[in-house]
């Protein structure tokens, strides 16, 4: 079985490698670090040659203050990653195909550019599957927000929980925007990677979720890394953001890393191997 991961040098991807190495399979990669460019179709044709199954996490991170402002450098790349991929797949015969969306589609109006720009990759699958019943079968999961130790927090634009343990380990306080009572769904990457071979595995046909099911504040999260890294926390003025998100587990999915054992492994390895 050959199987393509785009995205394999992301904190998902780089979990989802080596779950699938134990399984012994051919893998191939794809990512920025060794120069792809999913802008060019017939890279993704060249990628997909021969391949029996993609997973396709290859993407633009940004947070929700870089989408907000700079939501062409976000949309642009994604809906070309993502086209290619999806008719460089079916034109390739490949079998089996994960697409990974994004939370941002729960909610539209909160998130309009990254919801827009996925829902517009999931809504292209559909038309795969109508034109071509007979052709690449699709899986759509979509992640809430994720963390992991493979995390570049050299970046710009980090997620909450990555941001947070920056922030934690390199000042004298674990600075918190707002009052932390923002309530969020949060996943470890490694249990991202188990829900996308489950998924692969099932190939169900409407999106499912990989989340927690469960809310956490803020403040319970700066509570766990200001703990570990033996720092005071500090609250930068009111409530900000929305109020709640939290997503459904609405398949046979459930994740097994514990929101405090999950962040406490991350600072350990980013103290262990920051630079």
Known sequence: MKILVTGS??????????LLKDKGDSIHIVDFKR???LRNFNECLSY?????IVYHLAGIKGNPKMTSEKPVDFMGPMLQFDTNMIVAAQTNGVKKFLYT????????STDRFPAHAKMTAEILIDAMRVQYPKGTEYC?????NCYGRFDNFNKENLMVISDLIKKGIENDELHIWGDGSQIRDFINAKDVARG???AMKKMPKKPVNLCSGEGVTIKEVGKIIANKVNKPILFEG???GADKRVMKLNWDFKPIIPIKDGIEEVIEWKLKNQS
């Open 9 to 18: 040098d992301g904190m998902i991807g780089m979990e989802l490698i080596e």
């Open 35 to 37: 120069g792809n460019d």
């Open 48 to 52: 997909t040659k021969g391949i029996d």
């Open 101 to 108: 969306s994004s939370i941002a589609v729960e909610n539209p």
């Open 140 to 144: 759509i999961v979509r992640p809430a």
């Open 196 to 198: 996308m071979i489950l």
């Open 238 to 240: 009111g409530n900000k």
